[in-house]
């Protein structure tokens, strides 16, 4: 995620693209550009860091005067994050300059082909490719920006929002749409180009919101042309007046950026395992994962570091990777196992599992694997965090800036990565049945879908919550692949809502926690349809012998458990292998809601904090 501000008009175009910076920083904020155009001279300046570093550089190094330009917030995903690969990114001609948030899959075969026709490129990015390739085309064919937007637009494949000029044309600029959003807001003789409308709702309350696969050209002399990339086809412009304030529009209309994290989380699934996972072809490609897939094969186990929700991912992943690739695991405290001298071998594999990739405990836990030879792959969110970096190879997650303390959108993504490690090396080892294989690959397609629907489950969620939001202490049961997802929904309860709740196997109940149920005691017991099921069926029994009141998450259609509880929560179904994906999501709304209810702070709850760089 990147967050993308324009303007052409009559006002001076470097303090509307600031602000708008500012207020798009919550979708990424590791590097920062502008580029101004005043009609003769193109100024760039550009940085790792945030906005405010930007604000800093730009009045030491740069004129602002012009009434175009272009900026740009990122959010890494390919190249570091470091001054060149930020945004803008002119073109070799030192012509064109873009801005794009989105990832370009096929970008290293188009690189190549560049490269072999003389191209230089300065950064990692795949954005560079881009722009580079409608130059080649605006050269090449003789045409105008535009058509050589869309021509080199109908050859890239991926996500992407752009937004690019020409030094030729001081009075256009041209962006288009696919997969990631773009706003275009319409004054009077000016317009403006942003990820979301908080850019310039205070110049102007109408708007166009470019649907996938558009590209809109924008002229101060002749307004708008919006036209569809894939045929050429003109698209009748329609504007909306908005009706929303800044600090909703940063939270895409949601009244905390939880919930919105929450809700992204089909579309965050999706990227990530987009261009990686080939469903229809059987593969699964992980550029980390290539050149060391022999370190996983032969290792005598792995061990998976965390801390937190990524130590529950860990704990999902521990069960697929011994069911399907047949490799033992280890899941360990960070924090634990860097206090307490393991055995490590160089046969081991350590997985580290970070969101933020600055957890100490998790880095530290790095280290001491790496000292004793081991093979350490990172899973991060953040890319270019200290974690990332501390690792041999590793996988990004592909969740966007998680703002919310609590972490939601980051722990389905991490399963996701992981799911495709553990399918692939099965696959390569050959534990898996060629039909599972396929299967699981397709069902993982599914999963954004099937999330969805979990997530229009919330008005009946909310209900419960009201029901429950005043107990001081809840259960959460699950088991096999559910029992980590009960962790999980207990600790987002705990720190959001500051409900004391405890996670446990369900089969543990009877040997201790039984003894806490009465009347007053809510139980949320994960009893979808599963090889347990009969089992969670018998433990619900228990529980409501004891008068315990029952919220019980099932599969839809489900019979059985809906007479047994109090309350249900409904899923998809799902294959239990690929369950926490779906299962986690009423937990994270029952979570939520409470902590509404309740009043607390939601986004930023109490001590806690979103990177633990201590330890
Ligand atoms: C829970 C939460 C924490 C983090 C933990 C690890 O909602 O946010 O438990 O999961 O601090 O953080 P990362 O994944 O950044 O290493």
């Given amino acids: 995620m990147c967050g993308i501000v324009g303007y052409i008009g009559k006002r001076d175009a470097y303090p509307v693209i600031l602000?708008?910076?500012?207020?798009?920083?919550?979708?990424?904020?590791?590097?920062?550009?502008?580029?101004?155009?005043?009609?003769?001279?193109?100024?760039?300046?550009?940085?790792?860091?945030?906005?405010?570093?930007?604000?800093?550089?730009?009045?030491?190094?740069?004129?602002?005067?012009?009434?175009?330009?272009?900026?740009?917030?990122?959010?890494?995903?390919?190249?570091?994050?470091?001054?060149?690969?930020?945004?803008?990114?002119?073109?070799?001609?030192?012509?064109?300059?873009?801005?794009?948030?989105?990832?370009?899959?096929?970008?290293?075969?188009?690189?190549?082909?560049?490269?072999?026709?003389?191209?230089?490129?300065?950064?990692?990015?795949?954005?560079e490719v881009l722009v580079n390739l409608i130059e080649d085309i605006k050269k090449n064919e003789n045409v105008k920006l535009g058509k050589a937007v869309q021509i080199a637009l109908n050859q890239v494949v991926g996500a992407y929002a752009i937004a690019l000029f020409d030094k030729n044309k001081p009075d256009e600029i041209v962006?288009?749409?696919?997969?990631?959003?773009?706003?275009?807001?319409?004054?009077?003789?000016?317009?403006?180009?942003?990820?979301?409308?908080?850019?310039?709702?205070?110049?102007?309350?109408?708007?166009?919101?470019?649907?996938?696969?558009?590209?809109?050209?924008?002229?101060?002399?002749?307004?708008?042309?919006?036209?569809?990339?894939?045929?050429?086809?003109?698209?009748?412009?329609?504007?909306?007046?908005?009706?929303?304030?800044?600090?909703?529009?940063?939270?895409?209309?949601?009244?905390?950026?939880?919930?919105?994290?929450?809700?992204?989380?089909?579309?965050?699934?999706?990227?990530?395992?987009?261009?990686?996972?080939?469903?229809?072809?059987?593969?699964?490609?992980?550029?980390?994962?290539e050149d060391y897939i022999e370190k996983f094969i032969n290792a005598d186990r792995i061990i998976i570091v965390a801390c937190g929700t990524s130590w529950h991912a860990g704990l999902v992943a521990e069960y697929i990777f011994e069911d399907w690739a047949r490799i033992p695991v280890e899941v360990e405290y960070a924090s634990e196992f860097r206090y307490r001298n393991p055995v490590i071998t160089e046969k081991d594999v350590v997985i580290a599992i970070s969101q933020s990739g600055e957890t100490a405990d998790t880095l530290a836990a790095i280290k001491l694997a790496k000292e004793k030879g081991a093979f350490v792959y990172g899973i991060c969110n953040v890319v270019g965090s200290t974690i990332s970096r501390a690792t041999h190879s590793g996988t990004y997650t592909h969740a966007g800036p998680e703002i919310g303390v609590a972490s939601t959108k980051a722990f389905t993504t991490q399963i996701t990565v992981l799911t495709?490690?553990?399918?692939?090396?099965?696959?390569?080892?050959?534990?898996?049945?060629?039909?599972?294989?396929?299967?699981?690959?397709?069902?993982?397609?599914?999963i954004p879908t099937k999330v969805e629907s979990a997530l229009s489950k919330n008005d009946a969620i909310e209900k419960i919550a009201l029901l429950f939001k005043d107990a001081t202490n809840f259960l959460y049961l699950g088991r096999g692949y559910n029992f980590p997802v009960a962790l999980e929904g207990a600790l987002k309860l705990k720190e959001i809502s500051y409900i004391h709740a405890e996670g446990y196997p369900a089969a543990e109940m009877k040997h201790?926690?039984?003894?806490?149920?009465?009347?007053h005691m809510p139980i949320v017991v994960i009893a979808i349809n599963s090889n347990h099921y009969e089992k969670v069926v018998s433990n619900i029994q228990e529980i409501k012998s004891r008068k315990g009141k029952i919220i019980a998450v099932v599969t839809e259609g489900d019979t059985v458990v809906r007479e047994l509880a109090d309350y249900i929560m409904e899923v998809p179904y799902t294959p239990e292998t690929l369950s926490p994906l779906v299962t986690t999501i009423p937990l994270q709304l029952l979570s939520y809601h409470?902590?509404?209810?309740?009043?607390?702070n939601v986004d930023q709850p109490r001590n806690l904090a979103k990177a633990v760089t201590v330890e």
């Fill in 19 to 127: 602000n708008g910076l500012k207020r798009l920083e919550y979708r990424g904020y590791d590097s920062a550009g502008i580029a101004l155009y005043d009609g003769s001279t193109i100024q760039l300046c550009k940085t790792k860091g945030k906005v405010a570093d930007l604000e800093k550089k730009v009045s030491e190094e740069m004129a602002t005067k012009g009434n175009l330009g272009i900026g740009h917030t990122r959010w890494a995903t390919h190249g570091i994050p470091n001054d060149i690969n930020s945004h803008p990114h002119f073109s070799n001609s030192g012509d064109l300059v873009i801005i794009h948030n989105g990832i370009i899959e096929n970008y290293a075969s188009i690189k190549k082909e560049l490269i072999n026709r003389g191209y230089t490129f300065y950064s990692d990015t795949d954005t």
């Fill in 420 to 446: 495709m490690i553990a399918l692939k090396l099965a696959k390569i080892k050959g534990t898996i049945s060629q039909t599972d294989y396929m299967v699981h690959l397709r069902e993982l397609e599914l």
């Fill in 512 to 519: 201790g926690p039984i003894a806490l149920i009465d009347e």
């Fill in 175 to 289: 962006v288009a749409k696919l997969g990631s959003p773009l706003a275009i807001g319409i004054g009077t003789d000016e317009f403006f180009v942003a990820s979301d409308a908080s850019p310039f709702i205070e110049f102007t309350n109408n708007a166009i919101y470019l649907e996938d696969e558009e590209m809109a050209i924008i002229r101060l002399v002749r307004e708008i042309k919006i036209r569809k990339v894939k045929d050429d086809s003109i698209v009748a412009p329609y504007i909306q007046e908005l009706q929303l304030n800044i600090e909703q529009i940063e939270k895409g209309g949601y009244d905390h950026f939880m919930l919105k994290e929450i809700y992204e989380q089909p579309s965050v699934i999706k990227d990530t395992y987009r261009g990686r996972l080939l469903a229809d072809k059987g593969i699964i490609r992980l550029g980390g994962l």
């Fill in 594 to 600: 409470i902590a509404l209810m309740l009043n607390r």
